[in-house]
């Protein structure tokens, strides 16, 4: 017998049929003697739909309340799960936020969960229940219900996988597994069998939406390997686990992009020292979260350009900041929101010299301007045009041997 999370996100609860279809995947797990606890997404679509209600009202909600109309999605598809388990027979019953409790901390629509009594739902699966819970939410320490940010139902399956130390952690989602590339977008994409925390945390970090970034963190910080797998077929899915585990024959293990950076340039910033941190340090005070930066050499040794990247969302509130900055004087300012950030992520490159000039120089084959790159250890990401986005990263795919 094992202790088992099997969580299931929006587009494998999209209808009736398919919570039926997902409630028959938990009742074959439960036959064979496990215990299940069920983590279930909204229906695919509610989320967006609840926030654009709520942008009908005021572009402003009051973050509370937007709280509890978005938490609402999941408590929908938490009862039906629940409700479709037991018309196959199956004891089962949905467990509120606030009836568990799961306690959360942090602001609402970013909270984080930190605990949560597992007494009353460790009786219940004793007793031979299942258990279904609403992902994506808790409540605080004064009561309020809060949300845990966009695709936390994944990071609510591995909170409860850890929380509960159960034997295994199932992400049940509308693709095989995690694959080189988004198999929506690039068909030739190919199913990855293993892959480690470190490269699924940078693969869903620059954008490959299979998994939620801070699921990945949690899950790799407490050593709680993941299975992400189809919904609607048999097949093996993918195993996230430790790095040591894994053998690395290719560079490159995926390419992934996202299209919610913009790029800001400060055109003839005096050059000498203080400057940065007096344009960066407003930035910080703001919670804008710079993420690449460059700056030219100085032609003239007085000043120079200044180029970084933020999210898009930020690009207003960055404006606003760096006009409203006196300690700073610059000649002019651009922005360009229509950019794009790819990425080639790999445990592989640690030991491969040559792989930026390989990725640069296909880039340049297709004719496709780098308006800023950066690296780390297992990854490079490079903004370009948002125009060439799927051009690029069909080239990348090809030439790192991925198709
Ligand atoms: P769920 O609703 O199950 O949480 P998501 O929509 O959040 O599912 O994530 C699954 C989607 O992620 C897939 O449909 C696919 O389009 C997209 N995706 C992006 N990059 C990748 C990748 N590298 N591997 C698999 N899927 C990816
Ligand atoms: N329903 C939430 C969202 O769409 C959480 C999730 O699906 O994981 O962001
Ligand atoms: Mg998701």
Not at 76 to 91: F, N, P, Q, W, Y
Not at 248 to 257: E, L, N, R
Not at 284 to 294: A, S
Not at 345 to 368: C, W, Y
Request: glycine share 6%; with cysteine.
């Amino acid at each position: 017998m094992a202790k088992k999370v099997l969580k299931f996100g929006g587009t494998s609860l999209g209808s009736i049929d398919r919570i039926i279809h997902a409630a028959n995947i938990v009742k074959n797990e439960y036959s064979k003697g496990n215990q299940i606890i069920v983590v279930v997404s909204a229906m695919s679509g509610k989320t967006n739909e609840l926030i654009s209600q709520s942008i009908s009202i005021s572009k402003k909600f009051n973050k509370r309340e937007l709280d509890v109309l978005l938490s609402s999605g999941e408590q929908v598809t938490s009862a039906l799960m629940s409700g479709a388990l037991i018309e196959l027979g199956i004891k089962s019953k949905s467990w509120m936020s606030w009836q568990i409790p799961i306690l959360t901390t942090g602001e609402y629509t970013n909270s984080r969960i930190e605990n949560l009594n597992v007494e009353k739902i460790n009786t219940y699966l004793s007793e031979g229940g299942v258990a279904v819970v609403p992902g994506f939410q808790g409540i605080s320490k004064n009561g309020d219900t809060t949300t845990i940010g966009r695709g936390g139902s994944d990071a609510s399956a591995v909170a409860l996988a850890k929380l509960f130390g159960t034997d295994s952690c199932e992400i049940y989602t509308d693709v095989d597994g995690v694959h080189s590339t988004d198999p929506n977008k690039i068909p030739l994409a190919k199913k990855i069998e293993k892959i480690s925390y470190e490269e699924m945390l940078e693969l869903s970090s620059l954008g490959a939406k299979v998994m939620q970034p801070s699921a990945v963190q949690t899950a790799m910080m407490y050593d709680i390997p993941l299975q992400v797998r189809s919904t609607f077929t048999d097949r093996k899915g993918t195993e996230i686990f430790t790095q040591e585990s894994i053998d690395y024959t290719k560079i490159v293990t995926g390419v992934a992009y996202s299209k919610d950076d913009a790029k800001i340039t400060l055109i003839a910033v005096e050059d000498k020292p203080g400057v940065a941190a007096d344009i960066f340090e407003p930035l910080g005070l703001n919670q804008i979260n710079v993420d690449m930066v460059i700056q030219n050499i100085s032609s003239d040794g007085k000043t120079t350009d200044l180029t970084f990247t933020i999210k898009r969302d930020d690009l207003e509130k960055t404006l606003i900041t760096l006009k409203s900055n006196k300690k700073i004087k610059f000649k002019n300012l651009s922005h360009n929101d229509k950019v794009s950030k790819i990425s080639v992520v790999g445990a592989g490159m640690v030991s491969t010299p040559g792989v930026t000039f390989k990725m640069f120089r296909a880039l340049a084959d297709e004719n496709i301007n780098i308006l800023a790159i950066s690296t780390s250890e297992i990854k490079i990401s490079a903004i370009i045009e948002e125009k060439n986005t799927l051009k690029a990263v069909k080239k990348l795919h090809t030439i790192f041997d991925l198709d």
